[in-house]
């Protein structure tokens, strides 16, 4: 009797006063064979369903979504209020004025994109690619100060039109020569996913000679990448358990010592250029850095490290004050400066937090 009654009450409280919902679309991308979206900050594909919204077709600049039997186009980066009143008997949509689809009290969830092929393709083409991926987040873009964003000549200028570049593959199993390119290009960990400001990798590339184990890509993975604006601090989480236990069986030597190197050419390209591993808050992590701010150095070139005739595009150079052990669970937190600090103490303008798992 008691839930019958406050069932009608609910009833009268919604056909009375109605309900509205704002419905962000902050990126679409590809994973694999289908299109998914970001919507207030929760991954979605077709046939999914969010906060009373079913999800239509999505296609490369929209979310198509369905309420109570009405269909609505959300465009991306625009905030739209989709709401209804039972006294009315249909539902109604109007898409704001404004613009901005970061809600500063609120994380921001960014996806986590697949490696992807780069061989041969031009530099224009790989700089489109980049500025794609850039502005799957127009917003957070913005508040770091690339709201026309370009990709730093400093970082990028040196790629090579129509080269090959390091494989997932080549890079962690074959080593230098001409199958050093077999797999998606390895560099797109970070390339197309840009908002990931410092990364993980394996310190050196592997020539795995045992017939009884297959070629595969090796490499810790990200799974989740959170954003907080208002705090100016991103937190990445990785599966480096997962990499040490497969790493042993490819009998990488860096499963033996657990050492990772740090990749932060993605913050150099949003203006951040020193880095300081703050080794007090960090947890079961080793630096070679000790108490030093480092400047960040890493760019794109072609080289002729991976064995490939001509040379291939890839990361340089080693930076061996960015060399770090770990034992998980671990820890890593690190402070981000756009000019150089006059100490290590001084507030960072970023901290970026590594998970290791």
Not at 125 to 132: D, G, Q, S, V
Not at 271 to 280: N, R, S, V
């Amino acid at each position: 009797m008691k839930k019958t009654a406050f069932l009608i009450l609910l009833y009268f409280f919604f056909a009375h006063y109605g309900f509205a919902d704002d419905y962000t679309v902050e990126g679409v991308f590809n994973s694999g064979d289908k299109n998914m979206a970001i919507i207030n900050g929760n991954i979605v594909s077709e046939g999914d369903s969010i906060a009373g919204a079913q999800i239509g077709k999505i296609t490369k600049d929209s979310v198509e979504i369905s309420i109570n039997g009405e269909k609505k186009v959300l465009k991306i980066g625009k905030i739209s209020s989709v709401s209804s009143t039972s006294n009315a008997g249909s539902t109604g949509a109007a898409t704001k004025s404004s613009s901005p689809s970061i809600q500063p009290s609120s994380p921001i969830w960014i996806v986590l994109n697949p490696t992807v092929e780069l061989d041969f393709k031009t530099k224009k083409e790989i700089y489109e690619l980049r500025t794609r991926y850039v502005m799957q987040y127009p917003d957070l873009a913005g508040k770091l100060g690339k709201k026309n964003y370009v990709p730093s000549e400093e970082v990028f200028g040196q790629i090579i039109d129509a080269r090959p570049w390091w494989g997932t593959v080549g890079q962690t199993f074959h080593g230098p020569g001409k199958r050093s390119i077999d797999g998606a290009s390895e560099e797109t960990r970070f390339l197309i996913n840009p908002y990931l400001l410092v990364g993980l990798t394996p310190p050196n590339a592997h020539i795995v000679n045992d017939p009884n184990i297959a070629p595969a890509a090796i490499f810790p993975e990200p799974f989740e990448l959170k954003w907080d604006v208002v705090q100016a601090t991103a937190t990445v989480k990785y599966d480096v358990s997962t990499f040490w236990d497969r790493a042993r069986q490819y009998h990488f030597p860096e499963a033996q010592d657990h050492s990772l190197e740090l990749i932060g050419y993605n913050a150099e390209d949003f203006g951040f250029k020193y880095l300081y591993i703050e080794a007090a808050k960090s947890r079961n992590v080793s630096v070679a850095a000790g108490s030093n701010v480092v400047q960040l150095k890493q760019f794109i070139h072609c080289g002729p490290s991976c064995g490939y005739p001509g040379g291939c595009n890839n990361m340089s150079p080693y930076q061996p004050e960015l060399r770090i052990t770990a034992n998980t669970p671990a820890t890593l937190y690190l402070k981000l400066w756009r000019k150089m600090p006059s100490s290590y103490t001084q507030q960072p303008d970023m901290n970026f937090i590594i998970e290791m798992r």
